[in-house]
Nanobody, 119 residues
Framework: QVQLVESGGGLVQPGGSLRLSCAASGIIFSIKTMGWYRQAPGKERELVAYIPSGSDPNYADSVKGRFTISRDNAKNTVYLQMNSLKPEDTGVYYC?????????????WGQGTQVTVSS
């Protein structure tokens, strides 16, 4: 069974950095697109960044120039390097991946990791 597990969240001061990781496990043939979403308190979940296989990454305007998404296909892992963090970046960050297994292809979600930016 395919599973996504996030790590790297925590408490950081404004201007600080964090790196989130999301590793996919299970029987995986390929991962087409991997991305990150976040949900701030009282707000809807929003797309942060995504990176298709063999293509360029895309970012929400609010994080451009500060966040970098990357992937290690050998490890079935996607990363989100977050620099110059702001309080408004606070929220639960969810990994998302479009994964093709031996039996089907569908979107998977991680359980989320909390990121809190506060002084």
């Amino acid at each position: 069974q395919v599973q996504l597990v996030e790590s790297g969240g925590g408490l950081v001061q404004p201007g600080g950095s964090l790196r989130l990781s999301c590793a996919a496990s299970g029987i995986i043939f390929s991962i087409k697109t991997m991305g990150w979403y976040r949900q701030a308190p009282g707000k809807e979940r929003e797309l942060v960044a995504y990176i298709p296989s063999g293509s360029d990454p895309n970012y929400a305007d609010s994080v451009k120039g500060r966040f970098t998404i990357s992937r290690d296909n050998a490890k079935n892992t996607v990363y989100l390097q977050m620099n110059s963090l702001k309080p408004e970046d606070t929220g639960v960050y969810y990994c998302n991946a479009d994964i093709r297994s031996l039996t089907m292809s569908r979107v998977y979600w991680g359980q989320g990791t909390q990121v809190t930016v506060s002084s």
